[in-house]
């Protein structure tokens, strides 16, 4: 048994040797694979802004002005629509319009949310959980790592108004006290 995979060992090796070399005659038609360097042109995903913990409601704006003129040109509604209009309640049609164009729009150009928070960080979950543990430390009573796993819920079942709004107020220091000791 061991010779015989010595021998196809030898005789694989022997085989793919010549693989990867350039034919040496002209009008030889053998076929070489050749490595590309990888394309500088950016990938969809790569166009998507990433938002910060610190980003502030203007630089999100901001950030969504590419998402807003790809629905505007797939026909589905912006999130501010016209500058001045009134906003109509939408029709079924106007909805599946909405949905599809959001169904292009939102993988190319939506912002991803602050790396802390990504379900794509295996780490999130822990910050979500050191956020919670911040917040407990500076008096919130009723606060928990939401059902998502990601994010923070305030009030609890009391739906207590005092952990609710200091909870709101403190959220942003802890998540900057967290990132800063990772």
């Known amino acids: 048994m061991r010779g015989e995979v010595l021998a196809a060992t030898v005789i694989a090796s022997?085989?793919?040797?010549?693989?990867?070399?350039?034919?040496?005659?002209?009008g030889s038609r053998v076929a070489t694979l050749v490595?590309?360097?990888?394309?500088?042109s950016p990938s969809k995903v790569s166009q998507r802004p990433r938002e910060r913990l610190d980003t502030t409601p203007e630089e999100f704006e901001a950030m969504l002005e590419p998402y807003n003129k790809c629905m505007?040109?797939?026909?589905?509604?912006?999130?501010?629509?016209?500058?001045g209009?009134?906003?109509k309640p939408a029709s079924k049609a106007d909805s599946a319009k909405t949905e599809a164009a959001n169904r292009i729009c939102e993988p190319q150009f939506m912002?991803?949310?602050?790396?802390?928070?990504?379900?794509?960080?295996?780490?999130?979950r822990d910050f979500a959980r050191d956020v919670v543990a911040c917040l407990?430390?500076?008096?919130?009573?009723?606060?928990?790592v939401s059902d998502d796993g990601l994010s923070v819920a305030l009030g609890g079942?009391?739906?207590d108004s005092r952990s609710i709004?200091?909870?709101?107020?403190?959220?942003?220091?802890?998540e900057r006290e967290v990132a800063a000791r990772r």
């Open 35 to 40: 490595s590309t360097a990888p394309s500088s």
């Open 136 to 144: 407990k430390k500076r008096g919130i009573r009723f606060v928990a």
């Open 157 to 159: 079942d009391q739906n």
């Open 111 to 124: 912002p991803l949310p602050p790396w802390e928070k990504d379900p794509a960080n295996p780490e999130a």
């Open 14 to 26: 022997i085989a793919l040797s010549g693989c990867g070399s350039p034919a040496k005659r002209e």
């Open 72 to 83: 505007e040109d797939q026909g589905g509604y912006t999130k501010g629509g016209a500058a």
């Open 85 to 87: 209009s009134r906003p």
């Open 165 to 174: 709004t200091r909870g709101m107020e403190l959220a942003p220091e802890c």
